[in-house]
């Protein structure tokens, strides 16, 4: 594990520390649009680190499709922390998507049961944990996350600067996420305008190159082609042409007679749906992963190339590494795209029947999703109009032929208009793609993408075939944006005002732990003073013990020993010289050192079992201890077994002589 950060402690009692670091990370938010996101959620993990003090931070995300969590940013992580790990058993999954946690604290994980579901906790001995969810648009899609290798707790600082940056890294994300999907619903758009301007202008087999190399390169795909279908045989045929990487290449025409029996070209050909595919290895058909594996195809999308009553074919994209991440909406924009193409196709096959330029460009003309129309820039009127433009409008084609671009512009619009023929006037270049608001006929008002192909006429220009597409849609995306920035600007606000309470009462709680340390100093200077004098008694005591002791033994060596001396010299019987030798080896015991540790136990012998205890002790049999107390040896026996049973030895193989005797 990475070591610890170390920090002084009056970093967390400085609030304009604190609150600059959370200024820089709201720097990042408060950006344009294409700033770097995964930067920005770098910063916020390093400002997070800082301030928990942790041993690493992550910020990672659900990709609930494949049951993986993916962690794509990070702090002080240990080398080998792995980027994908399954979806179960982790905190993050079980703490968030299943419980619906708003924050999670853990001081000691050691005592729950992630020990064991959770391999991290245990391999880089993970102790402590704090976190909180990324949401987007309410749903749970990540989470931010610090965590130890020792058990401990998080103040309430910590945890409200946990919330707060995981709410600006949703913010974050969730703004990077419209944005993306305002820049690819403009690329769209873009895409579908110049395919749609190229098919009405273009009649030969250039257009399938055209077609190609614009959406290859406007989608930065590694490889994007078409394959022609012949729903006789159920045999595909190459185009001549394909993309790969970066550029346009011509390949010879080949057959291809068993891709219908690949489950993902026969679902498209017979549902005539797009197929997209983020990850081939979550393909469960072992064959079609194998003929993906062999052709280095990592992800893909196929697309159906076909009308309502023919399949003409499909147009395929694919990355060699990496996923591709389009939605919903970014596949329908691909299916209209595919259906210009159908309709060109379409087209083609018609024209064999009847004239070929003006049946191709009737049918790509009134029946594109997109609303075309041919203006003359000389007489600033329409020429021809689709019938998309009048669906868009809400005004018929003999109005639209009869009006001027100052009635259905916006007066912002018709002055950019009469700029830009100002400037091709005077031969400055000009942009196809321009943007203009309309005035539709019940009044309403809507933002269209125009893509603009100039007409030329002995070398001059004297109109423009043009495609447009609304985008009203995006333009309130945009206006969502700056009210997102205004909120997320009024919460950094809040946040701020509540860092800076919490930082006044931490500075008075430091105040007040010094004035108790001050008091317990004190204190400890009375109790070492006490433990002195203490000291001093015992001793004291010690000595006078000692000397009390030293008096008692003068005494009996004194006052006694004389005695039995002459007791001694006197004509004793056998049993008498006996009790006597007893007399003076207890006797002598006494003077000589302490009771053995036995003593502590003779308090619960009677006065007999103390006697039999002392003579056994000292090596004497059961018939001499009966003699030498005049007893009987069948109450010598009595005596031995109620010994033993207060010592605990009963039913034990010990000997009752040697236990008494490792006791002195």
């Given at each position: 594990?990475?070591?610890?950060?170390?920090?002084?402690?009056?970093?967390?009692?400085?609030?304009?520390?604190?609150?600059?670091?959370?200024?820089?990370?709201?720097?990042?938010?408060?950006?344009?649009?294409?700033?770097d996101f995964s930067q920005s959620v770098s910063r916020a993990l390093s400002y997070l680190l800082t301030t928990v003090q942790g041993a690493f931070a992550i910020c990672s995300r659900f990709e609930m499709n494949t049951g993986e969590i993916v962690t794509f940013e990070g702090q002080a992580l240990p080398e080998d922390f792995p980027v994908r790990v399954n979806i179960r058993g982790r905190i993050g999954y079980e703490e968030f998507i299943r419980a619906g946690k708003a924050l999670v604290v853990y001081s000691d994980l050691s005592q729950t049961g992630y020990v064991l579901s959770d391999p991290e906790v245990k391999h880089y001995r993970i102790q402590a944990c704090l976190g909180a969810p990324i949401r987007y648009a309410g749903q749970v899609v990540g989470f931010l996350a610090v965590y130890d290798d020792r058990p401990r707790e998080f103040d309430e600082t910590e945890r409200r600067t946990m919330r707060t940056l995981a709410h600006i890294v949703s913010m974050m994300g969730e703004r990077q996420h419209y944005a993306h999907k305002l820049d690819h619903k403009r690329t769209n758009d873009k895409v579908l305008a110049a395919v749609s301007a190229e098919a009405i202008s273009t009649q030969d087999d250039s257009f399938l190159d055209f077609f190609i190399k614009t959406v290859g390169r406007a989608f930065e795909v590694d490889d994007a082609y078409i394959l022609w279908y012949d729903d006789r045989?159920?045999?595909?045929?190459?185009?001549?042409?394909?993309?790969?990487?970066?550029?346009?290449?011509?390949?010879?025409?080949?057959?291809?007679?068993?891709?219908?029996?690949?489950?993902?070209?026969?679902?498209?050909?017979?549902?005539?749906?797009?197929?997209?595919?983020?990850?081939?290895?979550?393909?469960?058909?072992?064959?079609?992963?194998?003929?993906?594996?062999?052709?280095?195809v990592a992800s893909f999308l196929v697309l159906p190339i076909c009308n309502e009553r023919n399949v003409y074919g499909m147009f395929a994209m694919h990355m060699r590494q990496g996923e591709l991440n389009w939605d919903k909406e970014d596949l329908e924009s691909f299916m209209a795209i595919s259906g210009?193409?159908?309709?060109?196709?379409?087209?083609?096959?018609?024209?064999?029947?009847?004239?070929?330029?003006?049946?191709?460009?009737?049918?790509?003309?009134?029946?594109?999703?997109?609303?075309?129309?041919?203006?003359?820039?000389?007489?600033?009127?329409?020429?021809?109009?689709?019938?998309?433009?009048?669906?868009?409008?809400?005004?018929t084609e003999e109005e639209l032929l009869r009006m001027r671009p100052d009635e259905i512009l916006t007066p912002a619009s018709y002055r950019l208009l009469q700029q830009r023929l100002i400037d091709l006037e005077e031969g400055r270049p000009l942009s196809d793609n321009v943007e203009f608001e309309i005035k539709t006929k019940d009044g309403s008002l809507q933002w269209g993408h125009f893509h603009i192909r100039h007409l030329y006429e002995g070398g001059k220009i004297w109109g423009a075939n043009v495609a447009a597409h609304l985008i009203t849609e995006q333009k309130?995306?945009?206006?969502?944006?700056?009210?997102?920035?205004?909120?997320?600007?009024?919460?950094?606000?809040?946040?701020?005002?509540?860092?800076?309470?919490?930082?006044?009462?931490?500075?008075?709680?430091?105040?007040?732990?010094?004035?108790?340390?001050?008091?317990?100093?004190?204190?400890?200077?009375?109790?070492?003073?006490?433990?002195?004098?203490?000291?001093?008694?015992?001793?004291?005591?010690?000595?006078?013990?000692?000397?009390?002791?030293?008096?008692?033994?003068?005494?009996?060596?004194q006052l006694i020993e004389p005695y039995l001396d002459r007791l001694d010299r006197s004509e004793l019987a056998a049993p008498q010289q006996q009790l006597l030798s007893v007399i003076r080896t207890n006797l002598n015991e006494v003077i000589g050192s302490p009771m053995p540790e036995l003593s502590a136990k003779y308090y619960i012998f009677s006065p007999g079992e103390l006697q039999v205890a002392n003579l056994?002790?000292?090596?004497?049999?059961?018939?001499?201890?009966?003699?030498?107390?005049?007893?009987?040896?069948?109450?010598?026996?009595?005596?031995?077994?109620?010994?033993?049973?207060?010592?605990?030895?009963?039913?034990?193989?010990?000997?009752l002589k040697t236990y008494l005797s490792s006791k002195e």
């Amino acid at each position: 594990m990475p070591s610890h950060i170390q920090i002084g402690k009056d970093h967390f009692s400085d609030p304009e520390r604190l609150l600059c670091g959370l200024s820089d990370i709201v720097d990042d938010v408060v950006a344009a649009t294409t700033s770097d996101f995964s930067q920005s959620v770098s910063r916020a993990l390093s400002y997070l680190l800082t301030t928990v003090q942790g041993a690493f931070a992550i910020c990672s995300r659900f990709e609930m499709n494949t049951g993986e969590i993916v962690t794509f940013e990070g702090q002080a992580l240990p080398e080998d922390f792995p980027v994908r790990v399954n979806i179960r058993g982790r905190i993050g999954y079980e703490e968030f998507i299943r419980a619906g946690k708003a924050l999670v604290v853990y001081s000691d994980l050691s005592q729950t049961g992630y020990v064991l579901s959770d391999p991290e906790v245990k391999h880089y001995r993970i102790q402590a944990c704090l976190g909180a969810p990324i949401r987007y648009a309410g749903q749970v899609v990540g989470f931010l996350a610090v965590y130890d290798d020792r058990p401990r707790e998080f103040d309430e600082t910590e945890r409200r600067t946990m919330r707060t940056l995981a709410h600006i890294v949703s913010m974050m994300g969730e703004r990077q996420h419209y944005a993306h999907k305002l820049d690819h619903k403009r690329t769209n758009d873009k895409v579908l305008a110049a395919v749609s301007a190229e098919a009405i202008s273009t009649q030969d087999d250039s257009f399938l190159d055209f077609f190609i190399k614009t959406v290859g390169r406007a989608f930065e795909v590694d490889d994007a082609y078409i394959l022609w279908y012949d729903d006789r045989t159920r045999d595909f045929f190459s185009h001549t042409s394909r993309w790969r990487l970066d550029r346009l290449i011509p390949i010879s025409k080949e057959k291809y007679t068993n891709l219908t029996s690949i489950p993902v070209i026969r679902e498209v050909v017979e549902n005539r749906a797009p197929f997209l595919c983020e990850n081939v290895t979550a393909i469960s058909d072992e064959a079609t992963r194998e003929f993906l594996r062999r052709n280095k195809v990592a992800s893909f999308l196929v697309l159906p190339i076909c009308n309502e009553r023919n399949v003409y074919g499909m147009f395929a994209m694919h990355m060699r590494q990496g996923e591709l991440n389009w939605d919903k909406e970014d596949l329908e924009s691909f299916m209209a795209i595919s259906g210009i193409l159908a309709q060109w196709r379409g087209g083609r096959a018609i024209s064999h029947e009847l004239d070929e330029s003006q049946a191709l460009i009737y049918q790509l003309f009134q029946l594109s999703p997109t609303a075309i129309y041919q203006f003359d820039l000389r007489e600033l009127r329409f020429t021809k109009i689709n019938d998309q433009v009048c669906k868009v409008t809400g005004y018929t084609e003999e109005e639209l032929l009869r009006m001027r671009p100052d009635e259905i512009l916006t007066p912002a619009s018709y002055r950019l208009l009469q700029q830009r023929l100002i400037d091709l006037e005077e031969g400055r270049p000009l942009s196809d793609n321009v943007e203009f608001e309309i005035k539709t006929k019940d009044g309403s008002l809507q933002w269209g993408h125009f893509h603009i192909r100039h007409l030329y006429e002995g070398g001059k220009i004297w109109g423009a075939n043009v495609a447009a597409h609304l985008i009203t849609e995006q333009k309130k995306v945009q206006k969502e944006l700056i009210n997102y920035r205004r909120r997320l600007e009024l919460l950094v606000a809040e946040r701020t005002e509540e860092l800076s309470i919490a930082n006044q009462k931490l500075r008075e709680e430091v105040a007040l732990r010094k004035g108790t340390e001050k008091e317990l100093v004190a204190k400890s200077e009375r109790l070492k003073e006490m433990n002195t004098a203490m000291r001093v008694l015992l001793d004291k005591r010690n000595e006078d013990r000692l000397q009390s002791e030293e008096n008692i033994r003068v005494n009996l060596v004194q006052l006694i020993e004389p005695y039995l001396d002459r007791l001694d010299r006197s004509e004793l019987a056998a049993p008498q010289q006996q009790l006597l030798s007893v007399i003076r080896t207890n006797l002598n015991e006494v003077i000589g050192s302490p009771m053995p540790e036995l003593s502590a136990k003779y308090y619960i012998f009677s006065p007999g079992e103390l006697q039999v205890a002392n003579l056994i002790r000292k090596g004497r049999t059961t018939k001499e201890t009966a003699e030498l107390l005049n007893i009987s040896a069948r109450t010598v026996e009595s005596y031995r077994n109620s010994i033993r049973r207060k010592l605990g030895l009963k039913n034990k193989r010990v000997n009752l002589k040697t236990y008494l005797s490792s006791k002195e």
